[in-house]
């Protein structure tokens, strides 16, 4: 069973870089995909990008300019950061794995969830 | 890209069917069959319930169902149970490994 944790701080300041890490145990890392996903609080599910294992990257055309994932393969975990956050930016955010084209291309493992909130 | 439209909420008795829509265009829904659905009870985590349009993952009740048809899929939950009270999300590949998600339906069991 593949089990996803996400990290990192809860609170975030204005104009900083949010930083959260996801962590995935129980299954392969290495051959699969692994997206960043938010929610902001009472509203739907934005995609904010993937990184497969090798570190090849695919990010939502609306965020693209602010967003880097990154990934360590030694420590089965991937990175999200988000530079020049405003409130906008507060939400859930999840990390999922995400199946290939030839599985169908949908997210079928989630973290739990890390709730970040920009605020001085 | 807007996000796809679904309804704001649907409802049912126990027992009885509610159906989903989800509206797109011909650059996601209606153009890909990777159509998938989640169920998000309240501060959980989203649920795999369907993908590429019909597909149950294991351990899914075959209670839920999903089709589509041009640039509109729905979801279709058969014989209503109480802890099926919760949020649903459509999403789809919209090209260029891009993926798009619906506004979500609160769905209530009456």
């Known amino acids: 069973q593949v089990q996803l944790q996400e990290s990192g701080p809860g609170l975030v300041k204005p104009s900083e870089t949010l930083s959260l890490t996801c962590t995935v145990s129980g299954g392969s890392f290495s051959g699969d995909y692994w997206s960043w996903i938010r929610q902001p609080p009472g509203r739907g599910l934005e995609w904010i990008g993937f990184i497969y294992y090798t570190g090849s990257t695919n990010y939502n055309p609306s965020l693209k300019s602010r967003v880097t994932i990154s990934v360590d393969t030694s420590k089965n975990q991937f990175t999200l950061m988000l530079s020049s956050v405003t409130a906008a930016d507060t939400a859930v955010y999840y990390c999922?794995?995400?199946?290939?084209?030839?599985?169908?291309?949908?997210?079928?493992?989630w973290g739990q969830g890390n709730l970040v909130t920009v605020s001085s | 890209q807007s996000a796809l439209t679904q309804p704001p909420s649907a409802s049912g008795s126990p027992g009885q069917s509610v159906t989903i829509s989800c509206t797109g265009t011909s650059s996601d829904v209606g153009g890909y069959n990777y159509v998938s659905w989640y169920q998000q009870h309240p501060g959980k985590a989203p649920k795999l319930m369907i993908y590429e349009v019909n597909k149950r993952p294991s351990g899914v009740p075959d209670r839920f169902s999903g089709s589509k048809s041009g640039n509109t899929a729905s979801l279709t939950v058969s014989g209503l149970q109480a802890d099926d009270e919760a949020d649903y999300y459509c999403?789809?590949?919209?090209?260029?490994?891009?993926?798009?998600f619906g506004t979500g339906t609160k769905v209530t069991v009456l």
């Open positions: 999922a794995r995400t199946l290939p084209m030839v599985r169908g291309r949908a997210f079928d493992y």
């Open positions: 999403s789809s590949y919209a090209g260029s490994i891009f993926y798009i």
